[in-house]
């Protein structure tokens, strides 16, 4: 009966526990690698909803990362001109690559409305998070 429970159900519960229980996620969500196109889709979340259901490579943090296979943090998304802005009330963002035998399939999201919220703490937390999430796909 567990396998009753898909993969998008279990990642849907981790945004919204993450979201839940962390004061400075206010937006989480996962892309993932397109098959072989070379975009993002938007996949489980918990937030406000969002345009950007899909994001090409290179573009935005997102796009970045897809092709960095990098963290990247954003302390202050205002600075950045490579951005792709979700809500106005978005201060700053972090975004964490996941791996499937080492190979980047995608990525955990994360928006805060707060301004500098994010430390290395929060980028061990969030590669653990992916690496057990990339258990479950
Ligand atoms: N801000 C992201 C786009 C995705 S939204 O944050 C949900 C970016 O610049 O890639």
Same mark, same amino acid.
């Given at each position: 009966? !567990?396998?009753?429970?898909?993969? $998008? @159900?279990?990642? %849907?519960?981790? +945004? /919204?526990?993450?979201? *839940?229980?962390? =004061?400075?996620? $206010? ?9 072989? #196109? /070379? /975009?993002?889709? &938007? ?9 950007? =259901? ?7 943090? +997102?796009? %970045?990362?897809?092709?960095? *296979? ?9 600075? %950045? $001109? *490579?951005?792709?802005? +979700?809500?106005?009330?978005? #201060? ?5 690559? &996941?791996?499937? !035998?080492?190979? !980047?399939?995608? %990525?955990? $999201?994360?928006?805060?409305? =707060?301004?500098?919220?994010? =430390?290395? @703490?929060?980028?061990?937390?969030? /590669?653990?998070? *992916?690496?057990?999430?990339? @258990?479950?796909?």
């Amino acid at each position: 009966y !567990n396998d009753a429970i898909s993969v $998008d @159900e279990r990642l %849907q519960t981790v +945004c /919204e526990i993450l979201r *839940n229980e962390i =004061t400075y996620y $206010d937006w989480v969500g996962f892309y993932f690698k397109n098959g072989d #196109k /070379e /975009e993002l889709i &938007l996949g489980p979340y918990a937030g406000a909803p969002t345009d950007h =259901t899909v994001i090409p490579f290179g573009k935005g943090i +997102c796009g %970045q990362v897809a092709v960095s *296979n990098k963290n990247f943090v954003v302390p202050d998304v205002a600075a %950045q $001109d *490579n951005y792709i802005a +979700c809500s106005i009330n978005v #201060k700053s963002e972090i975004v964490v690559p &996941l791996f499937v !035998n080492g190979k !980047n399939v995608g %990525q955990i $999201d994360i928006d805060s409305n =707060t301004p500098d919220p994010f =430390t290395e @703490e929060d980028e061990r937390f969030l /590669e653990f998070i *992916n690496s057990n999430v990339a @258990e479950i796909l």
